[in-house]
Structures are given as structure tokens and as C-alpha cells.
């Protein structure tokens, strides 16, 4: 929550004209989170997140004409937190366990999602993930920027998350991936979910030792990977 707060220093007194000049100042405060900025101060940080999110809609409204030439099938959510002073976002589409047109309840790793092809980690558009600051997976480090999120399952169970330089394609078809514009390539851990995940799920978090950490939720099966924010 945040307020403002009226702050009055005591009077200075200046002499002028031979007399006692009485000068009040006041200086307007903002109060965030426990925190106390000067007007000036919070101008500064308020610009530098207007600057963030110009950078963002730049690259994103590059997009927006190869977006438009496709019909999406499933709904799509951005989700984020803010780890160690960098704002981490995911948008990806949300595709359900059962198909769009027919209802039909179907299998999801090794067939809808097959082992050992590049997959768009969702629906529609390729997922984008955007960093405001650089990311480190184990000893690889991904600099601040927009990126886009596959993922590549394999039949042992195992998988990779692909960090890829190229944004704006659509998430499937002829071309729209190329391993060239490979950032990086993160093993993931994968863990066994009790219930089944009807509805892909994404998910950025804070990390239980300090850092961040990336979940996909499907089917019954949850694969993750740590990351920390380069200082």
C-alpha cells in the first residue's frame, strides 16, 4: 500500500531586510513498503520502470503482426514475481488435457507432446519469457532481454528447457524454431504429481534456497529448474 506523507522541518529562520525572515519547506515524501523516497527519488524509479515496460512492448508489438495471421485454440496468461530485484514473466496459452473440438480426453507426454521434438511449452504463439535482469541456470547465464521457451521431453523422462533469442513466431509449423538462436539448454528436474493437471500450468517463483524457480505443471507430471539473479 502506498501513501504520502507531508513531512514539516523545522522553521529556518534567514535574516532579510534587517528582520527575521520565517521560511518553512516542505518536502513530500513517498512511503512504499517501509521504504522512504524524496519526490525526486521516486520520479527516478518511476521512469525506470516506464523505460522497462517501453523496452517490453516494443518487442512484443514486433510480434504482434505474425500473432495476427493465427486463430489461437486456448486461453493465455502471463504470469511472474519479482526475484532478487528482477521482475521475471512468463505468457504462454494454457491448452487443456481435452481437445479443443472433440472433448476427447488425450494422452499427454509421448503423444500430444511427443518425446524428442522441440515443443512451444503451451498453445498458439511460442511462450515468451522476459527478464529484467540476467538469469543464471547452473553455470549458464542468460542475459536481461525477451526470449522464447520450448521445451524438449525425452521418452526416459528426462527434459530440457530451451532458451531461444528469436521472438514473435508462432509455436508451431515449418521453421518457427531454430536451434541457432539457442541461449541455453537447461536439464530439468522432474517430479510425479498426486493429482493430474487438467490445464497447463505455468508457474515463476521464489525459491525455497534463495533464487528462483520455473515450473510446467501437465498431466501428472511436473518438470522445474532453479535459477539465481546475477548480481
Given at each position: 500500500?502506498?501513501?504520502?506523507?507531508?513531512?514539516?522541518?523545522?522553521?529556518?529562520?534567514?535574516?532579510?531586510?534587517?528582520?527575521?525572515?520565517?521560511?518553512?519547506?516542505?518536502?513530500?515524501?513517498?512511503v512504499t513498503y517501509g521504504?522512504?523516497?524524496?519526490?525526486?527519488?521516486?520520479?527516478?524509479?518511476?521512469?525506470?520502470?516506464?523505460?522497462?515496460?517501453?523496452?517490453?512492448?516494443?518487442?512484443?508489438?514486433?510480434?504482434?503482426?505474425?500473432?495476427?495471421?493465427?486463430?489461437?485454440?486456448?486461453?493465455?496468461?502471463?504470469?511472474?514475481?519479482?526475484?532478487?530485484?528482477?521482475?521475471?514473466?512468463?505468457?504462454?496459452?494454457?491448452?487443456?488435457?481435452?481437445?479443443?473440438?472433440?472433448?476427447?480426453?488425450?494422452?499427454?507426454?509421448?503423444?500430444?507432446?511427443?518425446?524428442?521434438?522441440?515443443?512451444?511449452?503451451?498453445?498458439?504463439?511460442?511462450?515468451?519469457?522476459?527478464?529484467?535482469?540476467?538469469?543464471?541456470?547452473?553455470?549458464?547465464?542468460?542475459?536481461?532481454?525477451?526470449?522464447?521457451?520450448?521445451?524438449?521431453?525425452?521418452?526416459?523422462?528426462?527434459?530440457?528447457?530451451?532458451?531461444?533469442?528469436?521472438?514473435?513466431?508462432?509455436?508451431?509449423?515449418?521453421?518457427?524454431?531454430?536451434?541457432?538462436?539457442?541461449?541455453?539448454?537447461?536439464?530439468?528436474?522432474?517430479?510425479?504429481?498426486?493429482k493430474s493437471v487438467d490445464?497447463?500450468?505455468?508457474?515463476?517463483?521464489?525459491?525455497?534456497?534463495?533464487?528462483?524457480?520455473?515450473?510446467?505443471?501437465?498431466?501428472n507430471i511436473q518438470y522445474?529448474?532453479?535459477?539465481?539473479?546475477?548480481?
Amino acid at each position: 500500500m502506498r501513501r504520502f506523507q507531508t513531512v514539516n522541518p523545522p522553521v529556518t529562520h534567514v535574516p532579510r531586510h534587517g528582520r527575521c525572515g520565517h521560511f518553512r519547506l516542505e518536502v513530500q515524501y513517498l512511503v512504499t513498503y517501509g521504504q522512504v523516497y524524496t519526490s525526486n527519488q521516486y520520479l527516478l524509479k518511476s521512469m525506470n520502470k516506464i523505460k522497462s515496460l517501453l523496452l517490453v512492448s516494443a518487442l512484443l508489438a514486433s510480434a504482434l503482426p505474425l500473432m495476427a495471421q493465427q486463430k489461437r485454440t486456448s486461453p493465455h496468461e502471463t504470469v511472474g514475481s519479482v526475484i532478487d530485484g528482477s521482475r521475471v514473466t512468463i505468457t504462454y496459452g494454457r491448452p487443456y488435457t481435452k481437445a479443443p473440438k472433440s472433448g476427447e480426453v488425450r494422452k499427454i507426454w509421448g503423444e500430444l507432446v511427443p518425446f524428442g521434438k522441440v515443443w512451444r511449452t503451451g498453445a498458439d504463439e511460442a511462450t515468451t519469457l522476459i527478464t529484467q535482469k540476467a538469469l543464471v541456470f547452473g553455470e549458464t547465464t542468460v542475459p536481461a532481454g525477451a526470449y522464447t521457451l520450448w521445451t524438449l521431453p525425452a521418452e526416459d523422462g528426462s527434459a530440457k528447457l530451451i532458451i531461444n533469442k528469436q521472438i514473435g513466431q508462432w509455436g508451431a509449423g515449418p521453421g518457427i524454431y531454430d536451434e541457432k538462436n539457442d541461449v541455453a539448454r537447461i536439464d530439468l528436474k522432474k517430479d510425479a504429481l498426486e493429482k493430474s493437471v487438467d490445464q497447463f500450468t505455468m508457474s515463476v517463483g521464489k525459491g525455497s534456497d534463495g533464487g528462483g524457480v520455473i515450473k510446467l505443471s501437465w498431466e501428472n507430471i511436473q518438470y522445474s529448474t532453479a535459477f539465481t539473479v546475477q548480481k
